[in-house]
């Protein structure tokens, strides 16, 4: 299994980035995707999710309406659009994939990092003020 994140680099306040993840190695169909991000010196924290449905509405609240993730299962990747970013959204961006144990998982499951079994490299994204 590997996860192949891209898209990360240098930006201002205000801007856009547009984050990829390509999925080898497993199912699209029995894998929920998800980005993580840990800032320089805390602890690595949920961003949002997309369940093997393809539903993406999983986020971390201070994303909401800013960052859209996407899923396009043909081709196995996720993709995180990151609007109006902020210096507080610097961090190593990870994607992970976490399988489908159970028809149903609620939120709290889906943000949960325990659940993901397989972690990309990280791309790091720098906003400046």
């Known amino acids: 299994v590997q996860l192949q994140a891209s898209g990360g680099g240098l930006v201002q306040t205000g801007g856009s980035l547009r984050l990829s993840c390509a999925a080898s190695?497993?199912?699209?169909?029995?894998?929920?995707l998800a980005w993580f991000r840990q800032p320089l010196g805390k602890e690595r924290e949920f961003v949002g999710a997309?369940?093997?449905?393809?539903?993406?509405?999983y986020y971390k609240e201070s994303v909401e309406g800013r960052f859209t993730m996407t899923r396009d299962k043909t081709k196995n990747t996720v993709y995180l659009q990151m609007n109006s970013l902020k210096p507080e959204d610097t961090a190593v961006y990870y994607c992970?994939?976490?399988?489908?144990?159970?028809?149903?998982?609620?939120?709290?499951?889906?943000?949960?990092?325990?659940?993901?079994?397989?972690w990309g490299q990280g791309t790091l994204v720098t906003v400046s003020s």
């Open positions: 997309c369940s093997v449905s393809g539903h993406c509405s």
């Open positions: 190695g497993l199912a699209a169909s029995s894998h929920d």
């Open positions: 992970a994939a976490a399988p489908r144990r159970s028809i149903f998982v609620d939120a709290s499951e889906m943000s949960n990092a325990r659940r993901y079994a397989y």
